[in-house]
């Protein structure tokens, strides 16, 4: 898959299917600051799409991304705990975030990021107990990859994978400063949105 054309659509603090396309979605999920709008801009190989910072807490709301014309909209979300929040507002994201992956019907997979430096947080387990619980499909991207040579890289991928229980080759390396691992990711998410075309099963049927 390739991404020819983006553009940003709106942002919400509550989800309202209606103010939006009904096409499917892909949403980006992970801690704060661990690269989920540098990355949706790298995927998009259009800068400035999302807006970034070096200081964590940057996107507080739903920002939702057309790509391609409406072939799927990405769904930048808030990071979750970011430290220097109020209990008051970590809640309110919290909220804002969970209420969004269950009440989407159009919601076909969430890329968990998580920073390939670090073992993953309790915050970050809980996400995949959730998206599990919740039966949404799901997939684990390492970002910052740049920031580690290839063989701790491996090492902290391991580690990564471990605390998941997952296999390593669940895992994807990427690195939005390098320009690494895009392909790898769209082309999961290519395999995701054709698999649940095929399901629907509304073009297939004979008349
Ligand atoms: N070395 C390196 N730094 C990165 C990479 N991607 C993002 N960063 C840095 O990480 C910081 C956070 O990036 P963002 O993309 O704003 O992170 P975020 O997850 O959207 O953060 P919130 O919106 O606060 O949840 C910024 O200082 C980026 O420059 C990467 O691939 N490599
Ligand atoms: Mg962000």
């Known amino acids: 898959m390739k991404i020819s054309q983006t553009k940003f659509v709106t942002s919400m603090a509550r989800f309202d299917p209606t103010a939006i396309k009904d096409v499917p979605r892909i949403a980006i999920a992970g801690r704060s600051n661990v690269g989920k ?6 995927l998009a190989n259009h800068n400035g799409l999302a807006k970034t910072s070096s200081t964590p807490g940057k996107t507080r709301l739903l920002n939702f991304f057309e790509v391609n014309s409406g072939e799927f909209y990405i769904v930048d979300l808030p990071g979750y705990g970011f430290a220097k929040a109020s209990d008051a507002e970590k ?3 919290a909220r804002m975030i969970d209420d969004y ?9 969430v890329l968990v990021l998580v920073d390939c430096r670090h073992e993953p947080t ?10 599990h619980h919740n039966i949404v499909p799901y997939f684990v991207v390492a970002t ?22 997952m296999g390593r080759a669940d895992i994807t ?17 290519e395999s995701i949105l054709s698999a649940t075309e095929q399901s629907d099963g509304r073009e297939s049927s004979p008349q």
Request: hydrophobic residues 50%; proline residues 1%; aromatic residues 8%.
């Open 173 to 189: 390396p990427v690195s939005s400063f390098a320009k690494k691992g895009a392909d790898a990711v769209l082309a999961r998410i």
């Open 91 to 93: 809640a309110k994201w």
């Open 122 to 131: 309790a915050l970050d387990r809980q996400m995949i107990a959730y998206l």
């Open 144 to 165: 910052k990859a740049d920031k580690l040579s290839k063989a701790k890289l491996e090492r902290s991928l391991a580690v990564i994978a471990n605390t998941f229980a």
């Open 101 to 109: 992956l269950v009440s989407d019907q159009n919601l076909r997979c």
């Open 37 to 42: 709008s540098s990355f949706i801009n790298y």
